[in-house]
């Protein structure tokens, strides 16, 4: 059974530009937390989805930020017009069930994204 | 909403001795509460977890401790090893409501030869 998959691993991108981050959860999984990590820090929850459902983004900036899960395919986290500040480790999670309530949160690897 | 403190932010001890790191959450509704380690570059991995209705919990040498009323808890681990080395991250959620994990700000444990 194939671990939470994140990509790109690494990203840079320009001032200006759009980041696309994409997360396929862990198989029977349904639910997917986007978390940011900056440099040095702790990880910090941005936005709670299911499939096509968007049920907690009050972690997520109003503006650039936006997040879908949709019926087919990955999470994806989408940041547009890319400012410095946005540069950091991006962590997609999954869980079986609602989590925490009956199981761990799995996390991927990470998308780091630089902006230059 | 939640929010939880850890501390102390960087430790180091010697191979062999033991390592406490220590939590405090605001929100009494919380009720879950796991710990993840993190190796540099890596992906947060559970650890150990506990739950509001026991106060303590462990896995060979990890232990949880739970104190509901002052609202902390504390990741112990013995006879500690160079793999050990990496920053740990408590957490704490509400398991009632639509369910987040509220992060603490990490602890880098260096486990010294």
């Known amino acids: 059974n194939a671990g939470v998959m994140q990509n790109p691993r690494h990203l840079v991108r320009r001032r200006g530009q759009e980041a696309r981050l994409r997360c396929s959860p862990m198989?029977?999984?349904?639910?997917v937390y986007w978390y940011r990590q900056l440099p040095e820090e702790g990880l910090k929850f941005m936005v709670y989805l299911q499939k096509e459902n968007i049920i907690d983004e009050s972690g997520m900036p109003k503006e650039r930020f936006s997040a879908e899960f949709p019926k087919e395919g990955p999470s994806i986290l989408r940041i547009q017009q890319v400012v410095r500040g946005d540069s950091a480790a991006y962590f997609c999670?999954?869980?079986?069930?609602?989590?925490?309530?009956?199981?761990?949160?799995?996390f991927g690897e990470g998308s780091r994204l630089t902006v230059l | 909403g939640e929010n939880v403190e850890q501390h102390p932010s960087t430790l180091s001890v010697q191979e062999g001795d033991s390592a406490v790191i220590k939590c405090t959450y605001s929100d009494s509704a919380s009720n879950y509460f796991p710990w993840y380690k993190q190796e540099l570059g890596k992906r947060p991995q559970l650890i150990i977890d506990?739950?509001?209705?026991?106060g303590e919990k462990k896995d060979q040498r990890i232990a949880v401790t739970l104190n509901k009323t002052a609202k902390h808890f504390s990741l112990h681990i013995t006879e500690t090893q160079p793999e050990d080395s990496a920053v740990y991250f408590c957490a704490a959620a509400n398991t009632g409501t639509a369910s987040k994990l509220t992060f603490g700000t990490g602890t880098r444990l260096q486990v010294t030869l």
């Open positions: 198989k029977g999984h349904s639910h």
């Open positions: 999670a999954s869980s079986r069930r609602e989590a925490p309530n009956s199981g761990e949160l799995f």
């Open positions: 506990i739950r509001s209705n026991v």
